[in-house]
């Protein structure tokens, strides 16, 4: 049987240590929506050393950048060996890192996925209703079901794209097993928005682009707005929303093109330290 | 670069002054499909009425550009979508413009027709020079940049490509990333009924929401933690017009057209009188405007009717005058018309 691969993604180097001591089969060190976040030099250098010191896969994950951030990963990059894996959520950082012979990975900020909308089921099943039921289908595709999107990213030799696990999609993904790709699914916290002027930096008194030492990476929020039935999870300048994971639902994925599943360490998930990432990995393993 | 929805507001619009128009067609077949936050108003209802509004527009020497920016596709709803455009692609000429926002639908209708120019949308999410590049490198002629850049950022980026760059001045807006919000392209049925139409745009991000610290457990109360609101650029004008961008654009495909027009023609005015080097005319005028409380009326045939830009129009100077309020709030900070600080 052919185990899923758990990746962990870090943010905050203060957690390796626990993610090193892990199960899992790599780690994804960096910043996946903010350019304030991206780390420092001297951080990525630890990181990279220790993760392939320790047996694992290093892969870099990248945000959305203006200039000033464009600027910095391109410094970064320098630092890690051709081949490295690195996940891109802008077409800038694409066109930068096509100089390079790095392995690229399409992030889930380029990918649509009509079903990461909170309230999606309640829009469309009245519509569905009076329409067709075909409907409910389509809206759990994303863009991956998209052959023209595929081969687009194909061209540029991009195989791998992330996706938000949404439990009612599973499905749907699987079938549409494409020799073509590989996807790597993030388990527990759906995409819903992000922004480049902070909600949470907003929450500490600072407005506009800048922050400066508001402490986003240990700062999680509940937003919830009872007539809407909405729960939403506020972490720094991205919006999640959460769905129970049945554990059923990783059999069998790894025998299409699901190749990896993807947690974080860190507030975000609550897996601070090594047993609960290990327990996950189990829980991923139906263990 | 100014919105549309009807060939009534394609003459007003134009009428005001508009140098281009922008709007989406009803699909056929996909009406259920609301995608892009747009009710069925915010399109032209019929190929008809596409004709009706190219044909006047060609004829006032307007430009065209044709919205295309669904930024979702899937194999089962791509028969349909490709019949739609074929219909489309009837009717509009071969200088007219074709905005897209999902690089799958831009390979789609790029093989159909290869020598109308593109416009990618904002719904791509430009937001430096790479990117610019990047887009240019693919076939696109314009690139409608991301709202939340500085005008400094914008600089940057238009002396970095030959691409036609395309800001936003006026409209909805909230501080998520178009292209990447779930909140912003399903509106819900629920909250359509429940929230007041404030502009025509129901975001839930107006919404209050109770906000708790999953940290220390405690609750920081109700908020309108997501803003939404109407942003206006008037005082950048100046600095928009020197940075060399090609086109201003106007949000409000979903508004009615006398706003549309309205709109149009206020930034028509303010941008001529910057053109023609008039600036202390400029700034008289948008003294005036800003100190009168008149902002954006529009004329509906019963006199002025203030465009209600907040719930309270009382504070309507105070809230839309302010760094959060503007597009480009780094001008907004004490910043002079030479960019520099006071």
């Known amino acids: 049987m052919i185990l899923l691969k758990v990746g962990i993604q870090v943010e905050n180097i203060n957690l390796m240590t626990s993610v090193l001591n892990s199960q899992c089969n790599s780690i994804r060190f960096g910043s996946e929506f903010c350019e304030i976040k991206l780390p420092s030099l001297k951080s990525l250098k630890e990181a990279y050393k220790n993760t392939l010191d320790s047996g694992k896969e290093f892969v870099f994950i990248t945000p959305r950048v203006t200039n000033q951030g464009l600027k910095k990963i391109e410094e970064l990059v320098l630092n890690l060996e051709q081949g490295t894996r690195i996940v891109i959520n802008d077409l800038g950082i694409l066109n930068m890192l096509l100089n390079y012979d790095f392995n690229l990975e399409i992030g889930r900020q380029l990918t649509f996925f009509p079903a990461s909308c909170p309230w999606e089921n309640s829009t469309f099943i009245s519509y569905a209703k009076k329409h067709h039921l075909e409907i409910l289908d389509i809206l759990k595709e994303s863009s991956l079901n998209h052959t023209e999107y595929i081969n687009f990213f194909l061209t540029y030799g991009i195989s791998h794209f992330d996706l938000d696990l949404i439990p009612d999609c599973i499905e749907v993904i699987k079938n549409v097993y494409n020799k073509k790709y590989i996807i790597s699914l993030y388990v527990g916290n759906i995409l819903v928005a992000v922004t480049r002027k902070c909600h949470t930096a907003r929450l500490f008194g600072q407005n506009g682009y800048e922050c400066s030492n508001v402490p986003c990476v240990e700062s999680l929020y509940e937003l919830n707005q009872k007539n809407m039935d909405l729960k939403l999870f506020l972490y720094g300048n991205t919006i999640f929303r959460r769905e129970k994971i049945p554990n059923h639902i990783f059999e069998n994925l790894s025998t299409k093109n699901i190749k990896e599943v993807i947690t974080h360490a860190g507030i975000l998930s609550g897996y601070k330290y090594t047993d609960q990432i290990d327990d996950f990995i189990k829980f991923t393993r139906g263990i | ?342």
């Not at chain 2, 501080?175 to 909250?191: I, K, Q, R, V």
Request: one cysteine or more.
């Open chain 2, 1 to 342: 670069m100014s919105p549309v929805n009807s060939f009534e507001g394609a003459k007003r619009v134009i009428g005001a002054g508009a140098d281009e128009i922008y709007f989406g067609v009803l699909i056929p077949g996909l009406e259920w499909f609301i995608i892009n936050r747009e009710g069925i108003s915010c399109n032209l209802q019929s190929y008809d009425e596409l004709k009706k509004v190219v044909d006047f527009a060609h004829n006032s020497g307007v430009q065209v550009a044709l919205v295309m920016n669904m930024h979702f596709m899937s194999k089962s709803i791509e028969q349909i979508f490709k019949k739609h455009i074929n219909q489309c692609l009837e009717i509009i000429g071969s200088d007219d413009a074709i905005i897209v926002g999902h690089l799958g639908i831009y390979n789609m209708i790029k093989k159909l027709i290869p020598d109308n120019p593109f416009y990618a949308s904002t719904l791509l999410i430009t937001t430096n020079t790479y990117s610019a590049d990047f887009i240019q490198k693919i076939g696109f002629s314009r690139v409608i940049l991301e709202r939340q850049l500085t005008i400094n950022e914008i600089k940057d980026i238009v002396k970095s490509t030959k691409l036609e760059i395309e800001v936003f001045i006026h409209g909805t807006g909230c501080s998520n990333l178009n292209g990447n919000c779930y909140l912003l392209h399903f509106p819900n049925p629920l909250l359509l009924s429940e929230l007041k139409k404030i502009d025509g745009f129901n975001p839930p991000c107006r919404l209050n929401f109770k906000v708790n610290n999953l940290v220390d457990k405690k609750s920081l109360g109700n908020m309108q933690i997501l803003d939404a609101y109407t942003y206006c650029s008037l005082c950048s004008l100046p600095q928009l017009i020197q940075s060399g961008v090609h086109a201003l654009k106007i949000v409000g495909r979903c508004q009615n057209f006398e706003k549309q027009a309205s709109v149009t023609k206020i930034y028509r005015e303010f941008s001529e009188l910057i053109a023609e080097g008039k600036i202390a005319s400029y700034k008289e005028k948008l003294h005036k405007f800003r100190s009168s409380n008149k902002l954006f009326y529009y004329e509906n045939g019963h006199g002025l009717i203030p465009l209600r830009m907040s719930p309270d129009l009382s504070r309507f100077a105070e809230i839309c005058c302010s760094q959060n309020r503007c597009y480009f709030p780094h001008h907004y900070d004490n910043v002079n018309e030479n960019n520099e600080r006071r």
